[in-house]
């Protein structure tokens, strides 16, 4: 049922959605000759992509805010420089203050990155190279998956033989590659390290990937995935690298709307989706929206979390109750907590001082500074609702980027861990106390590594797992609309059976951060459900496609 493509409508494609990946999808279709128009419930398209003002003259990415996972060949294919958008490149990559002597900087090449290890563990340092090399391969698998669709288990000859493919991939790699991206895959960051380094600070400063947009311990098994993912990006062609949009996150999604535009996506704004309209026992055939509109479609995108579309949007009685709490039972939650904040003045670091622009100042500067401080911030939060020594990573992208402040100030974003998606009994995110109170022990713990900072604070915006979710529809909070574990991951994404981006009911898709690969703004999952709708579109094997298969 999940390849079928309704009837006549008034457009070909209607997409639920004007986030990154909706943008994208919307883009290709559009340029295959669909007729094609996204509807987006806020006032602007971007999604979690978006740059606002959140205090007279102080602009900021609101959600998501750095760059780095963002598909190359989306970029080219959509033309995105052409259309505005400008990545540069942050100085350093990351800086770890540990107490008011010492600090971890990672820069420049190997040898700089060598050197700041050494200081902590020679023997880590002469392994760096070694592990560089095993995550590289590792993400080279990743990126050859990134732009494929997944075998779907079920699905017949035609998945029968894309995964044969897939497999010749896999199969292909030499005992020791398989042996480590089975690593990867299954166990935990803390164990995967422990064979890597020794010293504590050296691998919390590896672990972190590992917890970024994941409730999760570096100790918990699969935490050694979300590692990996977090590695197989790039900026301009420097793999691994990580930047800045100048404009902001939300130049990324202007710059996607404006190519969709150009090749005739419509987007409508304000326009929020009540509900899916269902016909002939089981095909998606367009949406009420919730102004009472009617807008008939031959296939419905969904460009928002599964579980919120089946808890939400899909209809009762259009699929069962099994299929239904197939979806709704999805692992969501990302122990998330998102903060901008505008700044009258650099943050002056006790272990490296000085209030005028330094490298670190425009890295990813992480509090998190051992093994042990990450592990404790997720127990925190578990039992306690929230991390009493939070770990917190601030950018400070206006030292990038002088359009986001005033001239001397500055705008920081804090991307903070752990906080749990629904708080202890008795307690709740919808009472402002406690994202305040939660809010000002974020900046506590910046401030005992930067004294200044606190008071160089003159203004927050504060967003919650429940803001985030009512805000931008990140159902629990899950930056990746479902977290990146073994059974939400490739053919399991988002559920066993719906991996190639076709759902339950006829003509509607999934292309957002749900399907395959995942979170982070990469635009891969737009790009590869277009390839999918296009082929139903056409039917199987007629016409040449206009999206190729590898990137």
Known sequence: MGSQVAGAGDVDALIIGAGHNGLTCAAYLAAAGLRVLVLEKNEVVGGAAVTEEFHPGFRNSVASYTVSLLNPKVIADLELARHGLRVVHRPAANFWPVDETRYLLMRGGLEERQAAIAKFSKRDAERLADYDATLERAADVLRDLVLTTPPNAGGGILEAIKGAGVGRRLWGLGLDEKRVLLDLFTRSATDFLDEWFENETVKAAFAFDGIVGNFAAPSTP?????????????????????????????????????????????????????????????????????????????????????????????PAGAVSQQTRSTFTGMKTGSGTFRMNVALSELPDFLCRPGKTMQDHHGAGIVIGPTLDYLERAYLDARLEGWSRAPVVEMLIPSTLDDSLAPPGQHVASLFVQHVAPHLPAGRSWSDPREKEAFADLVIETVTRHAPNFKAAVLARQVLSPLDLEERFGLVDGDIFHGALSLDQLFST?????????????????????????????TGAPGHNAAREIIRDFRGWGRGPFRISQKA
């Open 493 to 521: 994404r988002p559920r066993l059976g719906y991996a190639n981006y076709r759902l339950p009911l006829g003509g509607l898709y999934l292309c957002g951060s749900g399907a395959h690969p995942g979170g982070g703004v």
């Open 222 to 314: 699969g935490s050694a995935y979300v590692l990996l993912h977090h590695c197989f990006g790039e900026v301009n062609g420097k793999r691994g690298a990580w930047g800045h949009a100048i404009g902001g996150m939300g130049a990324i999604t202007q710059a996607m709307a404006a190519s969709g535009r150009e090749r005739g996506v419509e987007i409508r704004t304000g326009a929020k989706v009540r509900e899916i309209i269902c016909r002939d026992g089981g095909v998606a055939a367009g949406v009420v929206l919730d102004s009472g509109e009617v807008i008939h479609a031959r296939s419905v995108v969904a460009n928002v979390p599964p579980k919120l579309l089946f808890r939400d949007l899909v």
